[in-house]
């Protein structure tokens, strides 16, 4: 196994929160991993437990993580002059991958942050990329663009808490209505060692993970549906519709 040193595998603790009009909420446990997309890990016999392929992310699937990355930053007029990219996200494991939120943090040559790219994704197959410039403090204001949940229409805003990760790992979305906080979503995590060992027993202990946490988050909604909470329409989305 070989990774570069920027590389952290993130044992992390993920919550959902819905406010209203159903009050509800869900943790469970999970691990995501932050690379650098200019020396992506190699675990050669071991890769199928965790990959990093651009048909996962925004962009077009024949070129790399990198370029698609870059193509979309100059569509916002943004170049990066070969600064480095860092991506948290969960990896495909066994060809599977479900990334409700993946984050990529965009440095300039000199290492400053320029700029922070979050991308969502629904259980529908959409995806939408967010242009976001935090504060000191990892924090951010975004319109809401995508229909997420069957519960809630792209209505609202989105209060963002995007900090570089270190040793530990903390992202925090909040869906704003007027006045009031309609949903909240997070994770938290602590780095673990990057060694096959790790690798080999997070396969073991969640297998099959992005499968697992697309399954919890479809069982939830069928609880919600259940209460007869309203399901909201789905607009068409361009999956890399910009900011």
Known sequence: MRASPATRIYA???????KEP??????????SWLVDLDDLPRLGRLQRLASFEARDHLGDPDRTLRENLDTFL???????RGGKI???????????VFNPISVHWCHDPDGA????????????GDRHAYLVHADEFGRAEVDKALYV???????????LTVPEPDEKVMV???LRRPGRPAFVAGMTGHALPVTTRTVVR?????????????ARIRLHGIWLWLRRLPVQPRPSHHQEAVQ
């Not at 860092?86 to 599977?96: C, Q």
């Not at 949940?149 to 209060?159: A, E, K, L, R």
């Open 113 to 124: 942050l320029v700029c922070t790219v979050v991308e969502v994704h629904n259980t529908y």
């Open 22 to 31: 159903v009050a509800h909420r869900f943790r469970t446990r999970s691990h």
């Open 149 to 159: 949940s069957p519960f809630n229409d792209v209505s609202g805003s989105y209060s």
């Open 12 to 18: 992390t603790s993920v919550h959902h929160a819905r």
């Open 172 to 174: 925090q979305v909040v």
């Open 74 to 80: 100059a569509t916002q007029g943004i170049d990066l």
């Open 86 to 96: 860092l991506m948290l996200a969960v990896p495909r494991v066994l060809g599977t």
């Open 202 to 214: 997070l396969a073991l202990t969640q297998p099959l993970e992005p499968l697992s946490v697309s």
